[in-house]
């Protein structure tokens, strides 16, 4: 086992003007399950590749504990790498396929038998050794191409997107196989997907790329908690959070009569505009004509709360850029007591559940 450190690690596909991947700093602890996230084309499964030695690093350097591998041919860096398309050999048994690499490596037979063996115990393929690949289910394959992985026991996992053939219910399942697997084997794991929901809750750690930059990388909590910029804020969570440029008052920003108070130190340098983001589950039903004025569109029962899909009348909290007119807003609130289709209601920030961006850069403010 081993830790993993991006250092700088930069790839410029040829006839590509700007790098898919920009100098990422990543270090990976030993034994630490790690999700690489982002839109699509952000530069994931670039990062996971030059890894394994299958893209070539043109900037920076990449170790695997305290050895350099940036140079290494993938055969030399003692990584397994399951892809989103695990085509497994249709002619072969399920024993055959995951030992074959093995029998390339020229790993003697009964070797290969005893760690077959093992590794269907502990995903449980043992009833289906013999079977070809076409006798079996969609997660019992998936877990074939893990099988293939965990056999070479390597210092380093590498997945990129291996749930994406299941479907939604298997996929749910099989991460949480995933997961608690990779915690008993204890292997260092770089896991990619597109998925946020996947990521934070497979995650010890969650890196959210955009554009081949590194945006964040934290634990899922602290991501939630704590996005470090309205990207990060808009991409984690769902439903995502609202976000809105509003203008600063004295103290604090002024939501229709109110106050949302940000401490004096942290609007030095703002301007007079900042980006002001709630979480839907962190707003109340406001008792008076002040706060967040909110149209209601839908309102979406789940027994112990409701979901308010509505629109905020953003001119009146003189909301300017993108958000400057009528913008979709959403709010979770008491299941039992939920405003109805059409209704006018006024949403308030819970205290402390507000997150300040600067409108310019992006950056929060703040804690
Ligand atoms: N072989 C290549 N040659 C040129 N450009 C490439 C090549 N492979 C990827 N790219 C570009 O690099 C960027 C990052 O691609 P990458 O495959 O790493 O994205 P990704 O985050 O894995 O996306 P997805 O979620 O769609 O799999 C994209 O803009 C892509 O077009
Ligand atoms: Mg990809």
Sequence with gaps: MATVTFDNATRQYPGNPVPSVDKLNIEIADGEFLVLVGPSGCGKSTSLRMLAGLEEVNGGRILIGDRDVTNLSPKDRDVAMVFQNYALYPHMTVADNMGFALKIAGVDKGEIRKRVEEAAKILDLTPYLDRKPKALSGGQRQRVAMGRAIVRSPQVFLMD???????????????????????????????????????????????????????????????????????VAGFIGSPAMNLMDVPVTEGGVDLHGHTVPIAREDLAGVGNHVTLGVRPEDLDLSSDASGIPVTVDVVEELGADAYIYGTADAKLLEATGENAGAVPFIARVDGRRPPEKGEKIYLKPKTGHVHVFNADSGLRVGD
């Design 161 to 231: 997107e291996p749930l994406s053939n299941l479907d939604a219910k298997l996929r749910v399942q099989t991460r949480t196989q995933i997961a608690s697997l990779q915690r008993r084997l204890g292997v260092t794991t770089v896991y990619v997907t597109h998925d946020q929901v996947e990521a934070m809750t497979m995650g010890d750690r969650v890196a959210v790329l955009k554009d081949g930059i590194l945006q964040q990388c934290d634990s899922p909590r602290r991501m939630y908690d704590h996005p470090a910029n309205v990207f």
